[in-house]
């Protein structure tokens, strides 16, 4: 069975383009979340899907924002792209329900800003 | 205060080693807690739930004190394999299902 499956696997951006992050999560799963680690640092939780709905959003500036397919993929999408924003983009997905919270990771998606 | 705080370490610790972790967490209604561990530039990954009663899994074992809100993972004869990052996980509180991720423990296993 596949796992979570993220793409790209590396992107490249310059200051000011907008960055466009994919997520295919386990089947079955109706939960998708997004997490940003920067180089060194722990995960900084940034959204919550689960079934097609915004469930929960971090401490981060509205240009981050996402969406959730009717299939469940899950697409993140940050505009006004700052050097800052450079780090790898987790998307994890669970079943969802009370109990069934456990996350599985995707390999991530390295986002370079220039 | 942080929701979840661990000691960031690094552990160095030699190979047969025992080394235990903890990790104290803020809300008192959090329910379900996970350690993960996350290689170096990898994603996170299950090592293993944590149950009030205390569970094992071969050399690793986890327990939950509530009273007191932390967590322990305890690693028995550490190989070198196990060096990696540990990252302790808890629900926001009563009835989430959200995760709330420690900024994790650097365990360095050495020859």
């Known amino acids: 069975e596949a796992g979570v499956t993220q793409s790209p696997t590396h992107l490249i951006k310059t200051r000011g383009q907008q960055a466009t992050l994919r997520c295919s999560p386990i089947?079955?799963?109706?939960?998708v979340y997004w997490y940003q680690q920067a180089l060194g640092l722990g995960l900084q939780f940034l959204l919550w899907?689960?079934?097609?709905?915004?469930?929960n959003r971090g401490n981060f500036p509205p240009r981050f924002s996402g969406r959730q397919f009717p299939n469940y993929s899950s697409e993140l999408n940050v505009n006004a792209l700052e050097l800052e924003d450079s780090a790898l983009y987790l998307c994890?997905?669970?079943?969802?329900?009370?109990?069934?919270?456990?996350?599985?990771f995707g390999a991530g998606t390295r986002l370079s800003v220039l | 205060r942080k929701e979840v705080e661990q000691d960031p370490g690094p552990f160095n610790v030699p190979e047969g080693a025992t080394v235990a972790f903890n990790c104290t967490y803020s809300n008192s209604a959090s329910q379900s807690f996970f350690w993960y561990r996350q290689d170096c530039r990898k994603e996170p990954k299950l090592l293993m739930s944590v149950y009030s009663s205390g569970n094992e899994d071969g050399r690793f074992t986890a327990q939950l004190n509530r009273a007191s809100q932390y967590i322990s993972l305890l690693i028995r004869d550490s190989k070198l394999s196990d060096s990696a990052t540990y990252l302790c996980?808890?629900?926001?509180?009563?009835?989430?299902?959200?995760?709330?991720f420690g900024k994790g423990t650097k365990l360095s296993v050495i020859p």
């Open positions: 994890a997905s669970s079943l969802g329900g009370i109990g069934k919270n456990i996350q599985y």
């Open positions: 899907y689960d079934e097609g709905e915004e469930r």
């Open positions: 996980v808890g629900t926001l509180g009563a009835g989430s299902y959200q995760l709330t």
């Open positions: 089947s079955g799963h109706t939960s």
